[in-house]
DNA sequence: ACCCAGGCGCATG
DNA sequence: CATGCGCATGGG
């Protein structure tokens, strides 16, 4: 079982290859002299229960409209950040809460995520938890993706994944699967290639749950991926 | 026309 | 604790 999570991981890179998530437009933050991280912070909140390819649009016309500051976000009219970010879905509710998050991280931390992303890890896991609209999944897609922080993110697709795999010694619970990953990872990965594996990893698992094989029959003959559970079950 | 997406908060039993 | 519902858009 302890090589399993590592066979599994080495399989769906082979097969899937780099999911290159989060992508962010370096030169287009240093240009704007802005913050890359807290557009993934705001990537994170559009893209709860929404298309990725949504979120994309609702980011580019923040971009065009440079809203991807602190500051701006302070200034910014709610009713045109509703028609920016209307494209991601749930606008109402996200536009509120995007522009709340800006004005705490503002107070708290005078903008300055690096200030904020230096305390320690469950430290701004709890803080984030405590934000309206960002629950455990965003809480630590923000830790992971924008702070660089060691933990695992658990996602409707890596619980579904769980149950079809030979896991069968978590349970359901978000904290037992994350456990159970990182646990299962500390084990046979050198300490430097946590943070990319983890978030490599999560990447992986959703490329696979939209996998066609995945979504349709229990398993197929010919990918490695079925291959391997197959061996396993 | 339906179903779903890189969830979350709140109201019930 | 766990289930159900509203939130809203765009693509298959």
């Not at 913050?35 to 980011?59: H, M």
């Not at 976000?73 to 509710?93: A, D, M, V, Y």
Request: hydrophobic share 35%; with cysteine; glycine share 4%.
């Amino acid at each position: 079982m302890a090589t399993f999570v590592k066979d599994l991981y080495e399989i769906l890179f082979n097969t899937f290859g780099n999911q290159y998530w989060w992508p962010v437009d370096t030169h287009y933050h240093l240009k704007q002299k802005s913050d890359p991280r807290f557009e993934i912070i705001i990537g994170a909140i559009l893209t709860q229960n929404t298309a990725w390819t949504n979120v994309e649009k609702a980011l580019e016309n923040l971009k065009k409209n440079r809203a991807f500051t602190i500051p701006a976000l302070l200034c910014i009219q709610e009713k045109t950040l509703r028609t920016l970010i209307q494209p991601s879905g749930f606008f109402n509710q996200k536009a509120q809460r995007l522009m709340f998050i800006a004005s705490y991280l503002q107070k708290q931390y005078n903008g300055d995520l690096q200030e904020f992303f230096s305390q320690d890890t469950s430290d701004i896991h709890q803080e984030l938890l405590s934000l309206q609209g960002i629950g455990p999944e965003t809480a630590d897609s923000i830790l992971l993706y924008a702070g660089n922080h060691p933990v695992f993110v658990v996602d409707a697709y890596t619980k579904r994944i769980c149950r079809r795999l030979p896991l069968s010694t978590t349970s359901d619970s978000y904290d037992d699967i994350q456990h159970f990953f990182e646990h299962e990872l500390s084990s046979c990965i050198p300490e430097k290639e946590r943070i990319p594996t983890y978030k490599e990893y999560h990447a992986l698992l959703v490329r696979l749950a939209k996998q066609n094989c995945w979504k349709k029959k229990p398993s197929c003959d010919d990918c490695p991926l079925c291959t391997l559970c197959e061996k396993l079950l």
